[in-house]
């Protein structure tokens, strides 16, 4: 059984960094394409940032130049790490990762990132 498990979140001010973990486990996920959702309170949840197994990323334009994405180096750990910097109100969010694919797994329960004074 596929389990997904989000780390790292936390309250932070304005300009401030976090650094997310997602550990993966009950699948081979050293071939697929990982990827950091977030869902903002009242909204829908969206794709902000992923990463293909060859180390090819893509950003939503909002956090263009102020989140990284990353994968443990030999893929074997399952591992996916979402470095967030320069972090604004907007950015607060229910923090998700899972497999971008038409069908995705079970979601976690995912980290609550608060950006606020």
């Known amino acids: 059984q596929v389990q997904l498990v989000e780390s790292g979140g936390g309250l932070v001010q304005p300009g401030g960094s976090l650094r997310l973990s997602c550990a993966a486990s009950g699948s081979s996920f050293r071939f697929v394409t990982m990827g950091w959702y977030r869902q903002p309170p009242g909204k829908q949840r969206e794709l902000v940032a992923s990463i293909t197994s060859g180390g090819n990323t893509y950003y939503v334009h909002s956090v263009m130049g102020r989140f990284t994405i990353s994968r443990d180096r030999d893929n074997t750990k399952n591992t996916v790490y979402l470095q967030m910097n320069s972090l604004q109100p907007e950015d607060t969010a229910v923090y998700y990762c899972?497999?971008?694919?038409?069908?995705?797994?079970?979601w976690g329960q995912g980290t609550q990132v608060t950006v606020s004074s």
């Open positions: 899972n497999i971008v694919s038409r069908t995705v797994y079970d």
